[in-house]
């Protein structure tokens, strides 16, 4: 089963087998994503593009080459639909995904390592951009086990984290904090109550239980407190956590206060109680 994971960092730095480069139709360098993957991995990756893409690729098509001095074994070079020119037809966009994962099962890569394609220089709003590349890779089948998705600034890591642990939520221990929220309430405060959920959800996958409900209650709430950046015990309810909205408005993003004091903390209190011993 593949593991699918949000990563804040430089894509040039991650340890994978192969490293996914937002290249365009010419194939031979550019700014962002392509221009970092050419200038940490050398003008042996620009040579070999020149050679196996002597015309360039096409929209929505992927390809490899060496990855040069990167700490990778490929490069896997997709050329992104271009929003700001127009090119609005998103199936290109979940092509690059798609063909990127088989270029990468074709090479045996086992871990595989992607920027948010069209998101940068070709303006792909942000939210659809990260739904593309996540409902893509979730049901496109790789016999990889690992793939990253790589954000570059906090924000979109953030916007991405949520959307990640939504889709492809981690296994949680034996005895963990994690094992306390499944399954997830049948009811929700306000919209943005299950991201949290699952964040914390996510957070606590391999933490030991602790000895008693009284510390149980306190990680909970700092840990909420960290993710949303306030207290639960604020007097307001609702608190509004920007990557929470996946841009649906009507109160998306928001937080219930109310319903996590009377019912989600309640909820995993009353399981840790019940817990045989
Ligand atoms: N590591 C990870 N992500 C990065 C990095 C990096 N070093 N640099 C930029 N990003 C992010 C951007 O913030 C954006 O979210 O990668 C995403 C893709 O941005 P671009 O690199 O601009 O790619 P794209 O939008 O597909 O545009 C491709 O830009 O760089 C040129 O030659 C490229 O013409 C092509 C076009």
Redesign the pocket.
């Known amino acids: 089963m593949v593991s699918v994971t949000a990563v804040h960092?430089?894509?040039?730095e991650q340890r994978v087998d192969v490293i996914v480069n937002?290249?365009?139709r010419?194939m031979r360098?550019?700014?962002?994503?392509?221009?970092?993957?050419h200038r940490a991995g050398g003008p042996a990756i620009l040579d070999d593009c020149i050679a196996r893409f002597p015309h360039g690729l096409r929209t929505g098509d992927a390809g490899w080459t060496t990855a040069g001095a990167l700490p990778a074994r490929w490069v896997v070079h997709t050329?992104?639909p271009?929003h700001v020119a127009g090119e609005r037809d998103r199936s290109l966009l979940e092509s690059c995904y798609r063909r990127a994962l088989a270029v990468a099962d074709e090479l045996g890569a086992q871990s595989i390592a992607f920027?948010?394609?069209?998101?940068?220089?070709?303006?792909?709003p942000?939210d659809d951009?990260i739904d593309a590349a996540i409902e893509t890779i979730g049901r496109t089948p790789t016999r990889g086990e690992e793939v990253r998705l790589?954000?570059?600034?906090a924000d979109?890591h953030r916007r991405v984290q949520a959307q990640v642990l939504r889709a492809f939520p981690p296994e949680t221990a034996h005895a963990s904090i994690g094992g306390l929220f499944d399954p997830a309430p049948e009811q929700w405060g306000l919209r943005g109550d299950p991201y949290l959920w699952r964040a914390l959800r996510s957070q606590f996958a391999t933490t030991p239980l602790p000895p008693d409900s009284r510390e149980l209650d306190r990680v909970i709430r700092d840990a909420a407190q960290a993710v949303i950046g306030a207290a639960l015990s604020a007097s307001d309810d609702a608190h509004y956590v920007p990557e929470f909205d996946p841009g649906h408005g009507m109160s998306a993003g928001a937080v219930s206060r109310e319903w996590w004091n009377t019912t989600g903390i309640r909820t995993l209190i009353d399981r840790f109680e019940a817990r045989d011993g």
């Open positions: 960092g430089d894509i040039t937002a290249a365009n010419e360098g550019g700014g962002g994503v392509d221009g970092a993957i050329v992104g271009n920027p948010l394609i069209s998101a940068g220089v070709y303006g792909w942000l951009a790589v954000a570059f600034s979109t």
